[in-house]
């Protein structure tokens, strides 16, 4: 089945979805729909519109929309009561929001307990409270910009307190990628009643990095130079292989201190992107020359058990390159003697 929209009008002549309907678990949002007179800009995501069920009345009469023979969007008949199906909550796995998009209402996509990846536009994002509650398996946000653009990546990463990985792809070429890791918040009160707010882990001080709404990439790399002993080192050793893998304005000291971290937990990233099947990003991390003989061994060993023939020939060909010259045997003659 075809995707299926339900959306109100808005009352500057933009668009609220209120629903979504069809067999795939990769949706690919509109970036207009059709009303009276021309398309509406997709501006709003409802209220629980991509939840597993919708709670609440939607912001005025619901039109429904289907794309024709054409593959235009074309208005339907809108019946309350027809058997379709949503794509919505646990279905979901990938979401690709329009760049019209200004305002995710609260709890969006609550319950999405199956997405993994959401594609953004540039431009500013509002997101309400709760948009992304128990969305356990999201650890990726794709973003249609560069990184110098304003965008809705900080109001993104403040609703997710998991491991998150911005990838930064305008016009579908990786240019940059940062890893957000997570953090825990603890709530204390102390005798006199006051409430004190302290956060575990690196993740919370990573997600202040913004300034209305671009990415401060100079303080971003100097919160890996303040330590990180709270937090997982495989993630962090991903976190530096981003930055070198895609040197967005990356700084020759801080390249450093990623290459001498990654040097030490190079073993643990190559094993993590052969599990991953990763194996342009295996190759890339080979390609930086910080993994030595151990830690390439290592990595064959890990290539061995999971049985990726191609991956076991990244890490041998690593390994080749990395060994000393052999010196090179005389030959004789019977002119020597």
Not at 63 to 76: F, M, N, Q, V
């Given at each position: 089945?075809?995707?299926?929209?339900?959306?109100?009008?808005?009352?500057?002549?933009?668009?609220?979805?209120?629903?979504?309907?069809?067999?795939?678990?990769?949706?690919?949002?509109?970036?207009?729909?059709?009303?009276p007179?021309?398309?509406?800009?997709?501006?709003?995501?409802?209220?629980?519109?991509?939840?597993?069920?919708?709670?609440?009345?939607?912001?005025?009469?619901?039109?429904?929309?289907?794309?024709?023979?054409?593959?235009?969007?074309?208005?339907?008949?809108y019946?309350?009561?027809?058997?379709?199906?949503?794509?919505?909550?646990?279905?979901?796995?990938?979401?690709?929001?329009?760049?019209?998009?200004?305002?995710?209402?609260?709890?969006?996509?609550?319950?999405?307990?199956?997405?993994?990846?959401?594609?953004?536009?540039?431009?500013?994002?509002?997101?309400?409270?709760?948009?992304?509650?128990?969305?356990?398996?999201?650890?990726?946000?794709?973003?249609?910009?560069?990184?110098?653009?304003?965008?809705?990546?900080y109001?993104?990463?403040?609703?997710?307190?998991?491991?998150?990985?911005?990838?930064?792809?305008?016009?579908?070429?990786?240019?940059?990628?940062?890893?957000?890791?997570?953090?825990?918040?603890?709530?204390?009160?102390?005798?006199?009643?006051?409430?004190?707010?302290?956060?575990?882990?690196?993740?919370?001080?990573?997600?202040?990095?913004?300034r209305?709404?671009?990415?401060?990439?100079?303080?971003?790399?100097?919160?890996?130079?303040?330590?990180?002993?709270?937090?997982?080192?495989?993630?962090?050793?991903?976190?530096?292989?981003?930055?070198?893998?895609?040197?967005?304005?990356?700084?020759?000291?801080?390249?450093?201190?990623?290459?001498?971290?990654?040097?030490?937990q190079?073993?643990?990233?190559?094993?993590?992107?052969?599990?991953?099947?990763?194996?342009?990003?295996?190759?890339?991390?080979?390609?930086?020359?910080?993994?030595?003989?151990?830690a390439?061994?290592?990595?064959?060993?890990?290539?061995?058990?999971?049985?990726?023939?191609p991956?076991?020939?990244?890490?041998?060909?690593?390994?080749?390159?990395?060994?000393?010259?052999?010196?090179?045997?005389?030959?004789?003659?019977?002119?020597?003697?």
């Amino acid at each position: 089945m075809e995707n299926i929209f339900d959306y109100t009008l808005l009352p500057d002549g933009a668009a609220a979805l209120v629903r979504a309907y069809g067999d795939s678990p990769l949706l690919s949002l509109p970036e207009a729909l059709p009303a009276p007179g021309g398309m509406a800009p997709l501006r709003v995501l409802g209220a629980y519109c991509l939840a597993e069920t919708v709670r609440g009345a939607p912001r005025g009469p619901v039109l429904r929309c289907g794309r024709a023979g054409d593959g235009a969007l074309c208005p339907l008949p809108y019946d309350p009561a027809a058997d379709l199906h949503p794509a919505a909550g646990r279905f979901l796995e990938e979401v690709a929001l329009p760049d019209a998009l200004r305002q995710m209402d609260s709890c969006a996509f609550y319950n999405c307990r199956a997405l993994r990846r959401l594609t953004v536009g540039a431009g500013p994002l509002t997101v309400g409270s709760d948009v992304f509650l128990n969305c356990f398996a999201l650890t990726e946000v794709v973003l249609r910009a560069r990184p110098d653009a304003a965008t809705g990546l900080y109001a993104i990463v403040s609703n997710i307190a998991g491991n998150l990985r911005a990838v930064f792809a305008p016009a579908g070429q990786v240019c940059a990628a940062f890893r957000y890791p997570e953090y825990w918040e603890d709530i204390e009160e102390t005798p006199a009643h006051i409430l004190l707010h302290t956060f575990s882990g690196q993740g919370y001080h990573y997600r202040q990095c913004f300034r209305d709404g671009r990415l401060l990439w100079d303080e971003y790399d100097a919160v890996f130079a303040q330590g990180h002993g709270g937090d997982d080192p495989l993630y962090m050793a991903l976190l530096g292989f981003d930055r070198l893998r895609f040197p967005w304005q990356l700084s020759e000291g801080a390249a450093a201190r990623y290459r001498a971290f990654l040097a030490q937990q190079g073993a643990k990233a190559a094993a993590a992107l052969i599990r991953a099947e990763d194996r342009e990003g295996l190759k890339a991390l080979l390609g930086l020359g910080v993994l030595d003989g151990p830690a390439l061994r290592a990595a064959a060993a890990a290539a061995q058990r999971a049985g990726d023939a191609p991956a076991a020939a990244l890490v041998a060909e690593a390994e080749r390159r990395a060994a000393p010259p052999r010196p090179k045997r005389r030959r004789y003659t019977f002119d020597d003697f």
